[in-house]
């Protein structure tokens, strides 16, 4: 079974759509919409500010999202992709979004609509990250406009969650 736990009296909000994990944790503040995936060993901490996670996205195998107490809250949106083990802290991600491998966003990041952040990069605080640009490195930098087959599979990513999911 999830562990999920309410702190201080607030608890999770879970559309009856979402999978969750066995192993994974939500605690606290913690709003998620529609058709949402939350896989295995993730852990979205809302126990020192609120996260909100929108319709159809996915938080893969070991993601981490928390925030910053009495600053930070952390957004995500529509269709947002956030890969394996990546940090997602204190931050707004807008929609169709995606957060690669190992990549973390600090507090205050904005990540606007339709960007990539690669593998493994960090996008530090109060980074505003451009919609419709590839972000990779350390610290992460403006790379390239995304391709016509990039922004498709943006579309199409939160979708194939949506059918894993219905494996489980």
């Keep these: 079974m999830p562990i999920i736990l309410p702190v201080k009296d607030i608890h999770p909000q879970i559309d009856n759509s979402v999978f969750i994990a066995d192993n994974a944790t939500i605690v606290g503040d913690v709003i998620v919409g529609k058709h949402c995936s939350i896989w295995f060993n993730a852990v979205v901490r809302g126990d020192v500010n609120y996260i909100r996670i929108g319709n159809y996205t996915n938080i ?17 949106g529509n269709f947002v992709n956030i890969g394996h083990h990546a940090i997602v802290h204190g931050c707004m991600v807008r929609d169709y979004v995606l957060i690669g491998m190992g990549a973390i966003v600090m507090d205050r990041a904005i990540i606007e609509s339709n960007v990539i952040i690669a ?8 980074t505003i ?3 419709g640009y590839l972000y990779a490195g350390v610290p992460a930098k403006k790379i390239k406009p995304l391709t ?21």
């Design 60 to 76: 893969q195998d070991g993601v981490v999202i928390h925030c910053t107490y009495q600053k930070n809250g952390t957004d995500i």
């Design 119 to 126: 593998a493994g990069a960090v996008v530090l605080e109060d």
């Design 129 to 131: 990250c451009e919609a």
């Design 148 to 168: 016509e087959e990039q922004l498709a599979m943006l579309q199409q990513l939160p979708h194939n969650y949506v059918l894993y999911s219905s494996w489980f």
